[in-house]
Every structure is written in C-alpha cells, then in structure tokens.
C-alpha cells in the first residue's frame, strides 16, 4: 500500500493533499485505462457480419480476426498515444432520452453519430435507449472514439475508432457489477476495518475523500468509530476484479453520524452529497502546500522579521524546500502572475464568492499560468520559492473575503456547490434509494420482537 497513513500530527491538510492525489490518480485509472477487459479470453462477434451463408469455419476465422483486429484497436484508442487527452463519460440514460439527444448535451459529434448508425447491423443496437440504462462513451474534444452499450446481461455493445473509421463488436460475458454493502467498526485503522468487512483499498480511500472534509482521518478517527458503505463491486466469470465507486456511505465518528450520497449528473459527472443535498466538499482546501512546519502564523501586530517595523502579518507562512508544488486553493481564475515587491513572485487567484488567494515568494509558476487562466482546486499552479522578501524558502499564502485578510488556518471554509436545484428532484429520487442501502438489514431481535 503506497498510502501513507502515518502522517505527522498537525498536518490535516496535508493528509487531505495526499487523499486527493490518490484519489484522482485511482479515478484517473479507472477512467482511462480497462485492463480488466483485455486479459480475459473474450468472445466477439462482429456486429452485422456473419451472414447465413457464412460456414462454421469462416465464421471462426472472422471472430479470430475481430478479435485481434478489435483488441488491437482498443489499445490504439485507449492505451496508445492517441489516449491523449481521452475523456470517458458514463451516461445514465433518462425517460425519453435519445443518442441524439445525449450526444447534443455532451457537444459531441453529430457526424460521429451518424457514422456510427451507418456500421452494418448496428442500428438495433443504438436505438430504444432504456432509461437507468449506463453508456460509456469516451471522446477527445467532442470526437468519438469508443461508445459502449450493455446490450443484455450477457453482452456487450462496443464501438472503437481506429484509423479507418469505427468498428463495432459484440463482448459476450463481460464484467458484471453488483451492489455490496458492508460495515465495519474502526478497531486500528479505516484500512483494517474495510479490508475485514470485506471490501478492498479502493474503497477505504473512496471512504476517507468522501468524508476528509469532515473528519480528520489521522488525528480523529478513533477505535469504535463506525462505517456502512454501499459500493459496486466488479467481477468476471465469478472471480472478483475490483471495487467501483462508492454509491452511499455512512460514518460515525465519535457518535455523530456522516451520510454521503453519490450521484451522476445529465452531463455524466459524479458528485458526493450530504442526504440534504450540500456537496461533500469544501470550495478551498485548507492549505495549497504539503509543508514541514508553520513558520509564521496570521497576526495583525507582527514585528517584521527583515524590516523590524511592526507590520502585520496577513497570511500564513509554511515552510517548504524550495521546488515544492503550490496548489489552487480552490477552482477560480488568476488575476495576477507576476512580481510585486516584497511578495517577490506572487499569483493571485480569484474565486467566486469575493474570495482571493494569494501565494508569494514563489520561485516559479507552473507552465500555462498567466493572468485570466482558468484553474481548478488541487491544480499545481507554481512552486516554493525565496523571492521578494524573505528569510527563507516557504510560502506566504493569504485568503481574502472582499478585500478583507482572513487567517487561513481557521476561516471557516465554505461547502461546493450544492445540488443544482434543476436536478433536485431526481438526485431525491435517486439518493433515497441508495441510502436505504445502508439501512441495517432486519436482525433477529425484530424477528423475535
Ligand atoms: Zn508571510
């Protein structure tokens, strides 16, 4: 296990840049990359083809050919250079929904559309979309390169891009995905516990991002804390492969009680709610640097450590070997990359709500930063420096409300963005459903009630 629990005390949020970091490189993975498909002796039958005058053999031969031919094609499209840049979308297709349609909400390629419905045979395939139903489509910039659509329980629909256009096969026996909910109680650690309730790694750090906001894993989580966690679990041909995503997880820590609730927007992304609706996470992280130590706190009535006048102290000093990557604090836009003074080289990001953050002393910024760039949260944006004025490597970082200083440290931090409010009554729908998954299933004392 690469994930280091023991993290030194103190440092909550440097936990929480470890978590995030882990977190994304597994949803990184699990996106980009299918190696659970590829190593298993799959049949594919090519969509359309195999016509009846087509003799046993042949038809064998044909499948051998697809076989290669779409394997190769896959791994071109997914695992080669082309991958570059690949986004892949799970839809979960609404009442009345259409390809149409969805590849309209996505901005994808029409022309793609249409290309696809030309394949022999295929048509059948695309059409009578099944609300609740799940489609993957992977795309670059709006460009189609891989559509799959589970056509029974037993088959699979898949549709790849390789240089001469799309080319569709039929999986049989592909992953199956089951529901699992298990529970546990903290007896040493959130890794022990999951791993004897019977789920794996994935879904311990799946646990501690959903819920790092709330709780401190490190410094808080306790013997007798208590978890039940909803989660997807895939498998092939009954040999287990791996965990999915969390669908809806509850957290007692120190008696009180966490619920979280995942759902899949119309545009295909998955967020963490509270049951009420509130985003799991908060808008900024607490501190954009995994630093060695505070070298200086906020403080209004601070001597200058160079100048020695009394000068306030706006922000928080971390200290941190020169190099060391600076984070956006939060999504938001930059206002200023450049030099200014005693601040040495300073960004300065903008955030909705009349937030700024500013981090100086940089030594440099990340490439692509420059005044009106877009950055999101966790974004490394520049790095640890000693310029302007300062004693020593570190960073200075300030957080202001409407042009007002605020400590950094303890400022109370404000939540994501909440459910959209056009998506309020599915998400009720939906986040009912799943969270009475966690309901304690009933035991013999109701029984013998
Ligand atoms: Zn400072």
Sequence with gaps: MGFKWTIPSGAPS???VLQLAC??????????HEPVREPAPLVLTPVG????????????????STLDGSAGAQQAALGGSMALGLSTI???????????RIFRRLKLDLADLASLRNLPGLKNGLDRLRPGEVLQLSHRDGTLFGFERKLSPSETLQVVRDDTGFRSSVLENPLEVRERTVRGVIESSLFEAVAKAGAHDQTALALA?????????VLEVQPGDSFAVTYEEFSQDG????DGPVIAALFVNQGREYRAVRYVDPSGKAHYYTPEGRSMYRAFLRTPVEFTRISSRFNPNRRHPILNTLRAHKGVDYAAPIGTPVRAAGDGRVIFAGRKGGYGNVLEIAHSRGVVTVYAHLSRFAKGIHK??????GSVVAYVGQTGLATGPHLHYEYRVNGVHKNPQTVELPSAEPINPAWREDFEARAALALATLDPPPGPALVSR
């Design 239 to 242: 040999e287990y492969v791996k």
């Design 23 to 32: 977190c994304a490189v597994l949803a990184w993975a699990w996106l980009q």
């Design 209 to 217: 991002e959903i819920f790092g906001w709330d709780i401190d894993f």
């Design 49 to 64: 083809a195999g016509t009846a005058e087509t003799s046993a053999l042949s038809k064998a031969d044909e499948f051998a």
């Design 90 to 100: 799970e839809v979960i297709v609404r009442r009345n929904d259409t390809l149409d």
């Design 14 to 16: 440097r936990a929480r």
């Design 372 to 377: 009106g760039q877009k950055v999101t949260q």
